[in-house]
């Protein structure tokens, strides 16, 4: 099976910017609803962002007016942009289908925001 490849992460000062990308295989982005998920340190991984197969988008609460989730169905790429940082968005970002396959996670890609 061949896994997402996360990338774009990196460490940033508090109300900074990153993209994030999600290099998929196949026509998985066109198929499912993708999302970002994200595991901070000592916590479980949760949901950031989704996107259906027709561009519909969720947030959770707190990157709600910061974060955009974008995808390109001919590059099979999923994207997040990520505005005003600050450090509680620190962790490894992951992107998956929605709802998660436990087989599509791949290795992530780091944000760390200092404060």
């Known amino acids: 099976q061949v896994l997402p490849v996360e990338s774009g992460g990196d460490l940033v000062q508090t109300g900074g910017s990153l993209r994030l990308s999600c290099s998929a295989f196949?026509?998985?982005?066109?198929?499912?609803?993708m999302a970002w998920y994200r595991q901070a340190p000592g916590k479980q991984r949760e949901f950031v962002a989704s996107?259906?197969?027709?561009?519909?988008?969720d947030y959770v609460d707190s990157v709600k007016g910061r974060f955009t989730i974008a995808k390109d169905d001919e590059e099979n790429m999923l994207y997040l942009q990520m505005n005003t940082l600050n450090p509680d968005d620190t962790g490894v970002y992951y992107c998956?289908?929605?709802?998660?396959?436990?087989?599509?996670w791949g290795q992530g890609t780091q944000v760390t925001v200092s404060s």
């Open positions: 998956n289908r929605r709802p998660y396959m436990d087989a599509l």
């Open positions: 196949g026509s998985i982005v066109y198929i499912n609803d």
């Open positions: 996107i259906t197969n027709n561009g519909i988008t």
